[in-house]
């Protein structure tokens, strides 16, 4: 019995680590710097994650004095690919006042290893300034430690009662796998199984 339980475990915990993705925005904007189309698909570890923005498009912004950008917002002077229009107020190429960008990540996953700049580009994983998470206001500081269980979209926003400007460096989704309800379910009927029978012994 206590074979098959751990082998259920153990079943349940490949299906899980085999499928994390680590999304890197930082060398993505390497690659391919400028405007992304809004609903622009990537693949990241063998699932597809879907990009829009609220104002104008997804934008991909790179190093700026050797220091990291990533994923932010703006609208642009033409089509994907494009710079940021900087005749706009309010139009910089990270997440800011007006802005938010979301991820569809097509399936329920668990997010954690959030990874943050601000408009300088300096590092935000301390930082007691604010964004909206799906609507919620975190510090930076407390997403960067947290993981954020059983969500298939993820908007985060300029806001909160000490908003920043930032750009989204990078995130790790690790997808729930269908079948753990089901594994989980079964686990339970063999303990309770197992409790039962040891009474009646």
């Known amino acids: 019995m206590k074979t098959l339980v751990a082998a259920l475990f153990a079943v349940a915990a ?3 680590a ?3 993705a680590v999304i890197d925005f ?3 904007a390497a ?3 400028g405007g992304l189309a809004n609903g622009y698909t990537k693949n990241f570890g063998g699932f597809n994650v879907t990009i829009t923005a609220s104002r104008g498009n997804p934008y991909l912004d790179g190093l700026f004095q050797k220091r990291p950008g990533g994923l932010g917002a703006c609208i642009l002077t033409g089509g ?3 710079k940021c229009n900087n005749k706009l107020a309010n139009n910089s190429d990270n997440v800011g006042k007006f802005d938010s960008v979301t991820l569809d ?3 329920s996953v668990d997010l954690s290893g959030f990874s943050f700049t601000d408009a ?3 590092d935000l994983s301390a930082s007691s300034n604010t964004l909206l998470v799906n609507g919620v206001e975190w510090t930076f500081a407390n997403l960067v430690a947290a993981t954020i269980s059983g969500v298939q979209t993820l908007t985060l926003a300029w806001g909160g009662a ?3 400007q930032f750009y989204l460096n990078g995130i790790a989704a690790v997808p729930i796998p269908a079948a753990a309800p089901l594994i989980l379910s079964g686990l339970a009927g063999l303990g309770f199984a197992a409790r039962r029978r040891r009474k009646t012994a």
């Open 14 to 16: 490949s299906l899980s």
């Open 18 to 20: 085999s499928q994390a």
């Open 26 to 28: 930082v060398a993505e």
């Open 31 to 33: 690659a391919n710097p």
């Open 80 to 82: 994907p690919g494009s």
């Open 105 to 107: 990540f097509g399936r």
């Open 120 to 122: 300088e580009h300096f």
């Open 162 to 164: 000490n908003p920043s």
